[in-house]
Nanobody, 124 residues
Framework: QVQLVESGGGLVQAGDSLRLSCAAS????????MGWFRQDPGKEREFVAA????????FYADSVKGRFTISRDNAKSTVNLQMWGLKPEDTAVYYC?????????????????WGQGTRVTVSS
């Protein structure tokens, strides 16, 4: 089992920055690829960013590429999502997730563990 707890969400204005963190506990964190997803009410959960277990490869949705950066610290069992230039359309609940494979990290399926989410609201 891997337990994930997100933090760092909040209410910001368009153009602001925000840093989300996800703390993991349980099984060896370094063995998992990590992803961030988001979901707005009434919409499907969508991929935002992912990072392989070593941190050697990162992946981003086109909508956030160049504005968001995912990183991880295996020694601290944390994964972060630094967000710059936030837009109202970034408003959503952001979820951290873990999967034991580096294949298909941009898709929801295959992620074994999920956090409870942290809400990000971007006002215009």
């Amino acid at each position: 089992q891997v337990q994930l707890v997100e933090s760092g969400g909040g209410l910001v204005q368009a153009g602001d920055s925000l840093r989300l963190s996800c703390a993991a506990s349980g099984r060896t964190f370094s063995g998992y690829s990590m992803g961030w997803f988001r979901q707005d009410p009434g919409k499907e959960r969508e991929f935002v960013a992912a990072i392989t277990w070593s941190g050697g490869r990162t992946f981003y949705a086109d909508s956030v590429k160049g504005r968001f950066t995912i990183s991880r610290d295996n020694a601290k069992s944390t994964v972060n999502l630094q967000m710059w230039g936030l837009k109202p359309e970034d408003t959503a609940v952001y979820y951290c997730a873990a999967r034991p494979s580096t294949v298909g990290v941009t898709t929801l399926s295959g992620y074994s563990y999920w956090g409870q989410g942290t809400r990000v609201t971007v006002s215009s």
